[in-house]
């Protein structure tokens, strides 16, 4: 049995995904980020850095893995999936997990926080990141012309990529011109695990919203950055 230790972010939601498609028993426990649970003594014994998602390998003598990549990475490891098993294989998968942990990952969380969440609305922070992501994307549109999939097959490459790609427009980011990149989100978002994935556990918005909902929610987080506390950029 893992413990998964998570929210309701894209980093959080790439550990559920790739559970569901192992299918690997798990049990589930939130932690309210707003009330900084991430950061309780208890936790922070799980994970020194004090962000989610983690695991406890209860199988494995308690062992515990914190990084959502290393924890992808440990999970087809420990089970022989979603990763080839020859080392080129294995390097291109690795590659882009790299990919989204060094560039998705960072500059769509940085557009989060400048578009969505900051109080002041910094133009040239806004531009930067967002045109960052959007060349990114034409990255992935660009290899997925001729792949399939990312990295040969379907992998945890895909998972970690998808799961923020997925929420470009909460970034303010369009890709109404990469076709390649759409069919590829919904491909991926077709599949049962991860439809289950993504709802482990829901999340408070629909981040394809732009409503009063959205705005809400936006001001909430808005009202964490002001306070100054550490706040997840994948939320």
Known sequence: MIDLYTAATPNGHKISIALEELALPYTMHTLNLSKREQKQPWFLAINPNGRIPAIVDRAEDDFTVFESGAI??????????????DTKGRSRVVQWL????????????QANVFFRYF???ITPA???YQGECKRL??????????????????????????????????????????????RWLEQIRRRP?????INTPPSEI???????????FAE???QMVEMGQSLQTGV
Do not use: C
């Open 137 to 182: 994307f034409r990255v992935l549109d660009g290899h997925l012309k001729e792949h399939e999939f990312l990295a040969g097959d379907y992998s945890i490459a895909d998972i970690a990529n998808w799961a923020w790609v997925r929420t470009h427009r909460w970034s303010g980011v369009d890709i109404d011109d990469l076709p390649q990149l759409q």
């Open 206 to 216: 629909d981040r394809d919203a732009d409503d009063e909902q959205a705005r809400q």
């Open 72 to 85: 992808l990475l440990y999970l087809a490891e420990k089970t022989g999936r979603l990763i080839p098993d």
């Open 119 to 121: 109080p002041e609305k």
């Open 220 to 222: 909430k987080t808005r």
């Open 126 to 128: 806004i531009d930067r």
């Open 98 to 109: 790299m990919f989204q942990m060094g560039g998705i990952g960072p500059m769509m969380g």
């Open 193 to 197: 695990a991860v439809q289950k994935g």
